[in-house]
């Protein structure tokens, strides 16, 4: 059954965090983003875009005040494009829903903004993506492997496709009725996160209705979850949203009655998600069907089936695409994937061939999907080439820079870079080889390891659980302020 969440309640927030990273991490989440989700970066509401066209002071709709300024003979649309092209964003704002929800992947992105500020977070980070806001777009989704952003209400970069007069929504079931069937398959098929939406637009409740209405109608007990994040500092209005959707829409709501810094929730949602991904950087040259190149994959299989066993909130592994420590990872989650979701617990990324610049993107952008980092083996440069060249060195470094990263370096040798990782990291008092050298140090690449993978998936659990509980203690304590 769906259910209200207050979240300046922690037991309540953290069971939101957690269902939500779920479908993340099982690649089932589509997200849906209204204009709460661009002001951040310093966007335009409806009420002030409005008011920078017609200066009137009209106590009407926003879609009749648009509708009287088309019949005084003004194209209130290009002018809509016009300033939103003309209006300084600040892409370096990170304190934000995008900017901590959009380093992971989803099934679909659908928005009724007009601006392109999804578009350039996106671009931020590297992903690739395609704009859906005219019918000859949808040509475009037989693409495979696609990643599709709908604007349904039109984009600036074409004002002829700008839904905003009250005759314009009149229509819309007519002119738009393409996309709405588009959104009510994603409706039926994949859980949804409403972020940013007043949830007065009549479109999108009529959308999910139909969809109830089409499931209650049938015997099957079928129900897709759900989650709206809704934000007001009106307490009487917020319980309203959160009960209406709630009872008439099915809907899991998050209550936050502090907007200045409800992004924070979005932070949590990210922490949850990136505390259950593992990034795990390696590198060796073996000599095939070496008895090294044997132990090397009885090292990554005793890792990854350690970590495998944990089934209440399962560990997600994240590697790049390699001829031994990546491919005996891989090989290793299949093989106990038989009757699971093998994209709920890997996630392969390989690095692209187009150039130095092109490949420190990819790895920044896989970096931010994880919060728990191991290092294994690793060549040394025979040709005295500085470290920092090394790209497990690179990995290492990005994951260094965010102090809420758990770096576990598993020495593989003395002449692996992983060592060379792990005496550095034995430089930080608070870092996890220091809290955990003795364990550490009983690790040996050429010997059985199950005894110690045990024992390391323990402590990662208590480490993530711990830093868990710091931030959903921070995100409770800011949003009561």
Same mark, same amino acid.
């Given at each position: 059954?769906?259910?209200?969440?207050?979240?300046?309640?922690?037991?309540?927030?953290?069971?939101?965090?957690?269902?939500?990273?779920?479908?993340?991490?099982?690649?089932?989440?589509?997200?849906?983003?209204?204009?709460?989700?661009?002001?951040?970066?310093?966007?335009?509401?409806?009420?002030?875009?409005?008011?920078?066209?017609?200066?009137?002071?009209?106590?009407?709709?926003?879609?009749?005040?648009?509708?009287?300024?088309?019949?005084?003979?003004?194209?209130?649309?290009?002018?809509?494009?016009? =300033?939103?092209?003309?209006?300084?964003?600040? @892409?370096?704002?990170?304190?934000?829903?995008?900017?901590?929800?959009?380093?992971?992947?989803?099934?679909?992105?659908?928005?009724?903004?007009?601006?392109?500020?999804?578009?350039?977070?996106?671009?931020?980070?590297?992903?690739?993506?395609?704009?859906?806001?005219?019918?000859?777009?949808?040509?475009?989704?037989?693409?495979?492997?696609? @990643?599709?952003?709908?604007?349904?209400?039109?984009?600036?970069?074409?004002?002829?496709?700008?839904?905003?007069?009250?005759?314009?929504?009149?229509?819309?079931?007519?002119?738009?009725?393409?996309?709405?069937?588009?959104?009510? &398959?994603?409706?039926l098929c994949q859980s949804f996160l409403f972020l940013g939406c007043s949830f007065e637009d009549d479109i999108l409740? =009529?959308?999910?209705?139909? =969809?109830?209405?089409?499931?209650?109608?049938?015997?099957?007990?079928?129900?897709?979850?759900?989650?709206?994040?809704?934000?007001?500092?009106?307490?009487?209005?917020?319980?309203?949203?959160?009960?209406?959707? $709630?009872?008439?829409?099915?809907?899991?709501?998050?209550?936050?009655?502090?907007?200045?810094?409800?992004?924070?929730?979005?932070?949590?949602?990210?922490?949850?998600?990136?505390?259950?991904?593992?990034?795990?950087?390696?590198?060796?040259?073996?000599?095939?069907?070496?008895?090294?190149?044997?132990?090397?994959?009885?090292?990554?299989?005793?890792?990854?089936?350690?970590?495998?066993?944990?089934?209440?909130?399962?560990?997600?592994?994240?590697?790049?695409?390699?001829?031994?420590?990546?491919?005996?990872?891989?090989?290793?989650?299949?093989?106990?994937?038989?009757?699971?979701?093998?994209?709920? @617990?890997?996630?392969?990324?390989?690095?692209?061939?187009?150039?130095?610049?092109?490949?420190?993107?990819?790895?920044?952008?896989?970096?931010?999907?994880?919060?728990?980092?191991?290092?294994?083996?690793?060549?040394?440069?025979?040709?005295?080439?500085?470290?920092?060249?090394?790209?497990?060195?690179?990995?290492?470094?990005?994951?260094?820079?965010?102090?809420?990263?758990?770096?576990?370096?598993?020495?593989?040798?003395?002449?692996?870079?992983?060592?060379?990782?792990?005496? $550095?990291?034995?430089?930080?008092?608070?870092?996890?080889?220091?809290?955990?050298?003795?364990?550490?140090?009983?690790?040996?690449?050429?010997?059985?390891?199950?005894?110690?993978?045990?024992?390391?998936?323990?402590?990662?659990?208590?480490?993530?659980?711990? &830093?868990?509980?710091?931030?959903?203690?921070?995100?409770?304590?800011?949003?009561?302020?």
């Amino acid at each position: 059954m769906p259910n209200i969440y207050n979240a300046l309640e922690s037991q309540e927030l953290e069971i939101f965090f957690n269902r939500v990273a779920e479908k993340i991490l099982q690649n089932h989440l589509s997200l849906f983003l209204g204009a709460g989700s661009s002001i951040q970066y310093g966007a335009m509401n409806w009420d002030v875009l409005i008011e920078k066209v017609q200066h009137r002071n009209l106590n009407w709709t926003n879609t009749q005040k648009a509708q009287y300024i088309e019949l005084q003979g003004m194209n209130i649309k290009k002018e809509i494009a016009d =300033i939103l092209s003309n209006v300084s964003i600040d @892409y370096k704002e990170t304190k934000t829903f995008l900017n901590y929800l959009l380093s992971f992947d989803y099934k679909s992105l659908w928005t009724t903004n007009y601006d392109c500020i999804i578009e350039n977070v996106l671009a931020q980070k590297a992903k690739s993506f395609i704009p859906i806001f005219k019918y000859q777009d949808f040509q475009k989704l037989s693409h495979p492997g696609g @990643y599709f952003l709908y604007k349904i209400n039109g984009s600036q970069a074409d004002w002829k496709t700008i839904v905003i007069t009250h005759e314009d929504f009149i229509d819309y079931r007519r002119s738009h009725e393409a996309y709405l069937i588009l959104l009510k &398959r994603e409706l039926l098929c994949q859980s949804f996160l409403f972020l940013g939406c007043s949830f007065e637009d009549d479109i999108l409740r =009529i959308c999910i209705k139909d =969809i109830l209405n089409c499931i209650g109608n049938n015997s099957e007990n079928y129900s897709t979850d759900h989650f709206a994040i809704v934000v007001d500092d009106n307490i009487e209005k917020l319980n309203f949203i959160c009960q209406d959707l $709630n009872k008439h829409y099915n809907m899991n709501c998050l209550s936050v009655n502090n907007p200045s810094v409800a992004y924070t929730v979005a932070y949590g949602i990210a922490s949850k998600v990136k505390y259950n991904s593992i990034f795990v950087s390696g590198a060796k040259c073996f000599e095939r069907y070496s008895a090294a190149e044997n132990h090397a994959k009885k090292v990554c299989q005793g890792l990854v089936n350690a970590f495998m066993r944990i089934e209440d909130f399962p560990f997600k592994f994240i590697s790049g695409m390699g001829m031994s420590i990546g491919h005996f990872i891989s090989g290793t989650v299949k093989q106990n994937c038989q009757n699971k979701n093998l994209n709920r @617990y890997l996630q392969m990324e390989p690095f692209p061939f187009s150039g130095k610049n092109a490949n420190k993107t990819h790895r920044e952008n896989i970096i931010s999907k994880a919060g728990i980092f191991i290092f294994l083996y690793g060549d040394i440069s025979k040709n005295n080439s500085p470290i920092e060249q090394n790209g497990m060195w690179e990995e290492y470094m990005l994951a260094k820079s965010d102090k809420d990263n758990i770096i576990i370096p598993i020495p593989c040798g003395n002449n692996s870079i992983s060592n060379i990782i792990f005496q $550095n990291e034995l430089n930080d008092k608070d870092s996890f080889s220091t809290k955990h050298k003795l364990l550490i140090e009983t690790f040996d690449c050429d010997l059985d390891n199950d005894y110690f993978f045990s024992q390391l998936v323990e402590e990662v659990i208590l480490a993530t659980r711990k &830093r868990s509980d710091q931030i959903i203690e921070k995100i409770v304590t800011n949003l009561v302020k």
